[in-house]
T-cell receptor, first 117, second 111 residues
Framework: GAVVSQHPSWVICKSGTSVKIECRSLDFQATTMFWYRQFPKQSLMLMATSNEGSKATYEQGVEKDKFLINHASLTLSTLTVTSAHPEDSSFYIC?????????????FGNGTRLTVT | GENVEQHPSTLSVQEGDSAVIKCTYSDSASNYFPWYKQELGKRPQLIIDIRSNVGEKKDQRIAVTLNKTAKHFSLHITETQPEDSAVYFCAANFGNEKLTFGTGTRLTIIP
């Protein structure tokens, strides 16, 4: 149980274009999902908390107008990188908890490797 | 603030020996401490976790210990095997729904 699916696995786009990444909880409902970014050989940095039916909560230093998050249903959250630039190239991973309670594990999607040329 | 420190950043261990990775956290309100294993280009996978009401937890060759007074927790891998080679991340919640991750340890098992 607690499977999180992320799509696409990788994407290459040109500078200035936008890219949408989807995160789905396949066998459970997730009122909250988390979006992380990971640069090569670095840790997972939380970008934002996605809340179903309400606005996302962004971490300090993350531009909300650049990284648009939509959590329209209990099983789907999307991250759109708008006007992408080479410095946005990174590994983006979503996650969700399969059960309630802050002391339960996060389950991660497969991640999306974004390359902006 | 929310901070998790992890040491060492790299660790090489002879196959069959034990590996220990240590983390410290800043908020005494933290009550959940998972460990994740991440292979190159793949998603982090939960390998073990511990809650604040427990001092130690073991699952076959993997164990985690927690010292709430000192605010540190450790991952212990015994009888290491080549497939244990990966990057390991500790994490802690800070009394809320978010998890903050340590900086990671690249573990290499030498055959």
């Amino acid at each position: 149980g607690a499977v999180v699916s992320q799509h696409p696995s990788w994407v290459i786009c040109k500078s200035g274009t936008s890219v949408k990444i989807e995160c789905r909880s396949l066998d459970f409902q997730a009122t909250t999902m988390f979006w992380y970014r990971q640069f090569p050989k670095q840790s997972l940095m939380l970008m934002a908390t996605s809340n179903e039916g309400s606005k996302a909560t962004y971490e300090q230093g993350v531009e909300k107008d650049k990284f648009l998050i939509n959590h329209a249903s209990l099983t789907l959250s999307t991250l759109t990188v708008t006007s992408a630039h080479p410095e946005d190239s990174s590994f983006y991973i979503c996650s969700a908890r399969g059960s309630s309670g802050f002391d339960s594990p996060l389950h991660f999607g497969n991640g999306t490797r974004l390359t902006v040329t | 603030g929310e901070n998790v420190e992890q040491h060492p950043s790299t660790l090489s261990v002879q196959e069959g020996d034990s590996a220990v990775i240590k983390c410290t956290y800043s908020d005494s309100a933290s009550n959940y401490f998972p460990w994740y294993k991440q292979e190159l280009g793949k998603r982090p996978q939960l390998i073990i976790d511990i809650r604040s009401n427990v001092g130690e937890k073991k699952d076959q060759r993997i164990a985690v210990t927690l010292n709430k007074t000192a605010k540190h927790f450790s991952l212990h891998i015994t009888e290491t095997q080549p497939e244990d080679s990966a990057v390991y991340f500790c994490a802690a919640n800070f009394g809320n729904e978010k998890l903050t991750f340590g900086t990671g340890t690249r573990l290499t098992i030498i055959p």
